[in-house]
């Protein structure tokens, strides 16, 4: 176990040496706003379709959804295929008419015919929102890694501190490094850091699924048979119904819920990615419309691929090492992919030493995951601020760009505090599930804000600002309202209470009134749309004649 742990301080001390080199030598090269909040528009649709896949794959991605599927089969999948059909929606609704009509943030197009204080004011605050809820989630997946990482078992310590402790420290430790990322290297050192991030992990996952094809000799027959019967689920495991949509025997009302659901989680994944601030920032980070167009072409190639390799993942934890040790380890599941590791490095890498060996690598792999995405979403929500906020709200857009850099900076120790406070107390929840949460808020504040701004002619200042946050507002107020937050053991706290809203994902109501408010502002409002500049936006929007 000694050298288990070595292995894995050593792996993860030369991960975060290798990924701040790479941040030290882009804060060399980000002089101007331009390069800190676009990268400089410098990169390829090839680059930055890698950095979408980094960014994207996050630890929802490996650590989540492959403990859902080892725990859940069928209904685990379920989010593979939401996040993959998501980018279609992006790539169709958003990619290149964002990037042609914006600069550097969502609120760049959404304040393009409105009046700039209140709109950008309103996409600040969701930006801000949005990505907390998504770090959280990246934040609990780092600490749920180090209690297996070190060993630590009940009643025993490592450096003095606990499992429970050294979570915390991990935490601690996710939050200052992606600070340091953010503050020092910007987008460009933000964008290589993810770019490693995702040759990794597609290397790790392309390594693990062959490994556990060959356990069963490239039979998926036999994988899943093998996964059903170590469930202790039997030909359940196989079928829809284990997780969502659960029929429950003599309550109509439970399964009515349980069905509607299913129905939430799927709306939120698949709109949900078409509203996420740090995947559309992106699309500002290469020089042409066609450029934003093959690097999401790029980025789906990637990340279907990977989807695919999570049946692996998944099926192969629930085989090779079975639901009971996955939850005795960690209650959501987010270490079956490690544990996974561990077992094929023990069958197929000499024993116990491969088993630490492989472990390791995979967990310096799921760090790197880590790491990388919170690097992202710390700065789309720390340049919304200063852009948005500060450069257009308070100074009314007299701020220099140096001052805009600084308040960023700044902004983003305050976002990552945040963050790692609400990330000690939901450490219990799976890292895909929360990420939904996300993709739900998402989906319900910024999407109908920026689809009634780009295709409405009559869209305006108060329909922009009402969609934002009666969207934003209803789908927060109905997560903290949920069983997610009270009344269930697994509930951020279980001991209280005060969950009348009784779906766990709050889509299937936030989403529609999201709409629904964006309308109903605009049509009661007075105010009247500047038709000239609509005309502008759309022109720019389809060409990208004129955009930045």
């Known amino acids: ?130 990505s907390v809820f998504y770090l959280i989630a990246q934040m609990v997946g780092a600490g749920s890694l180090v209690a297996l990482l070190l060993g630590i078992k009940p009643g025993q310590t490592f450096l003095g501190m606990s499992a429970d402790t050294a979570k915390i420290a991990t935490i601690l430790l996710v939050g200052a490094l992606m600070i340091v990322y953010v503050v020092v290297g910007g987008m460009k050192g933000t964008t290589y850091v993810q770019i490693v991030k995702a040759f990794l992990l597609m290397g790790g996952a392309i390594l693990m699924a062959i490994l556990v094809l060959a356990a069963y000799k490239f039979n998926l027959s036999s994988l899943l048979g093998a996964a059903a019967e170590k469930s202790g689920k039997g030909a359940a495991f196989l079928e829809p119904g284990l997780r969502y949509g659960k029929e429950v025997a003599g309550d109509p009302t439970q399964t009515f819920y349980n069905k509607m659901d299913l129905l939430s989680l799927g709306l939120a994944l698949v709109l949900g990615t078409a509203g996420l601030p740090h995947i559309l920032i992106r699309f500002y980070t290469v020089p042409t419309a066609k450029a934003a167009r093959r690097s999401v072409l790029w980025a789906i190639g990637i990340i279907g691929s990977f989807y695919l390799l999570t049946l692996a993942l998944g099926f192969g934890a629930a085989a090779l090492v079975g639901s009971k040790d996955i939850t005795a380890q960690d209650p959501g599941g987010n270490t079956a992919a490690p544990q996974l590791a561990q077992a094929l490095g023990k069958r197929f890498l000499g024993g116990d030493v491969g088993g630490a060996s492989l472990l ?54 305050v976002i990552g505090a945040i963050s790692i406070v609400l990330a000690i107390f939901a450490q219990k929840l799976n890292v895909a599930f929360l990420v939904a949460l996300a993709f739900a808020v998402a989906a319900s504040g910024n999407l109908p804000a920026i689809l009634y701004s780009l295709f409405w002619k009559r869209f305006n200042t108060v329909g922009a600002t009402t969609a934002i946050y009666g969207g934003l507002g209803s789908a927060v107020l109905l997560v903290v309202f949920s069983p997610v937050v009270s009344s269930l053991p697994t509930s951020w706290f279980p001991d209280a209470d005060f969950a009348w809203f009784p779906l766990q994902n709050p889509g299937i109501i936030s989403i529609p009134l999201g709409f629904f408010f964006g309308w109903l502002g605009t049509m009661l409002s007075s105010e009247k749309a500047d038709d000239a500049r609509y005309a502008e936006l759309e022109v720019r929007s389809l060409t990208g004649a004129g955009a930045h």
């Open 1 to 130: 176990m000694t050298n288990a742990r070595t292995l894995t301080i050593v792996l993860f001390l030369v991960l975060v040496a290798v990924t701040l080199v790479i941040t030290i030598w882009a804060s060399r090269q980000t002089r101007t706003a331009t390069d800190f909040y676009a990268g400089g528009r410098s990169f390829s649709a090839f680059q930055n379709g890698m950095a979408i896949g980094g960014d994207y794959m996050s630890a929802a991605s490996f650590l989540g959804i492959a403990g859902l599927i080892a725990l859940y089969g069928y209904d685990g999948f379920l989010y593979s295929i939401g996040f993959l059909v998501a980018w279609l929606v992006a790539l169709l609704l958003v990619a290149e008419f964002l990037r042609n009509a914006g600069r550097y943030t969502m609120a760049d197009v959404l304040a393009f015919r409105m009046r700039q204080r209140p709109v950008r004011s309103a996409a600040a605050v969701s930006t801000v929102t949005v």
């Open 360 to 413: 390791a690598i995979i967990a310096a792999v799921a760090f790197a995951t880590i790491l990388a995405v919170v690097a992202g979403l710390t700065l789309a929500s720390s340049s919304s601020v200063a852009h948005d906020f500060y450069a257009n709200v308070v100074r009314k857009g007299e701020a220099t760009e140096r001052q805009e850099i600084n308040v960023a900076r700044a902004s983003a120790f």
